[in-house]
């Protein structure tokens, strides 16, 4: 049963890291569109904050790729010297903390952008974005991120209950440099 989670979420996240990418090629052509324009002595205005919001969603939104595609540095010294399962147990703390503080982070930003809805806040900017418009995909992003770390969480959970660390290790663990060179 975990396996076809997994390969779900990593099919669902493929998707997710085309679009936010998609996005940040929108938003670099958005830029040198507007470099060029200075050039000639004019200009869109307000690159630099669209391209900050930008980049804030496509953090929240790209970090359950990572999760899924093992692109979370880790420092695995401990983890390296001990057997299947003692690495199995390494992997399932990294991911329970991993998920805990992702939690943590968006129930934390849900205030943010609630407090945006309820004040129609706007940036203190020339361009006057609401606020709401750019906190509401990141938001997302970070319950996406943290519901991705809780259901990878418990599939490999189940896997290393049922004793499969290969499994497990291929799903949560990590690459060392011997691995990379391979």
């Known amino acids: 049963m975990a396996q076809p989670i997994l390969a779900l979420l990593r099919r669902l996240n493929r998707w997710v890291a085309i679009s ?50 093992l692109g979370h540095v880790r420092i695995d010294l401990l983890r390296s010297r001990v057997a299947a399962r003692g690495r199995a147990m390494f992997d399932l703390f990294s991911l329970l903390v991993l998920s805990g503080t992702v939690t943590l982070i968006a129930l934390k930003s849900w205030p943010v952008l609630a407090r945006s809805l309820a004040n129609g806040s706007r940036a203190n900017t020339p361009l006057e974005t609401p606020l709401a418009l750019v906190q509401l995909p990141w938001f997302a992003g970070w319950l996406w991120f943290a519901l991705c770390a809780w259901v990878t969480f418990a599939a490999a959970l189940n896997l290393v209950l049922k004793g499969e660390f290969m499994q497990s290790e291929a799903a949560i663990g990590t690459f060392g440099e011997k691995d990379a060179a391979l």
């Open 20 to 69: 936010t990418g998609l996005m940040l090629l929108a938003c670099a052509g958005f830029v040198l569109l507007d470099i060029g324009l200075r050039q000639l002595g004019s200009s869109f205005g307000g690159t630099d904050e669209v391209s900050g919001y930008v980049m804030a969603i496509a953090t929240s939104w790209g970090m359950s790729y990572a999760l899924l595609e």
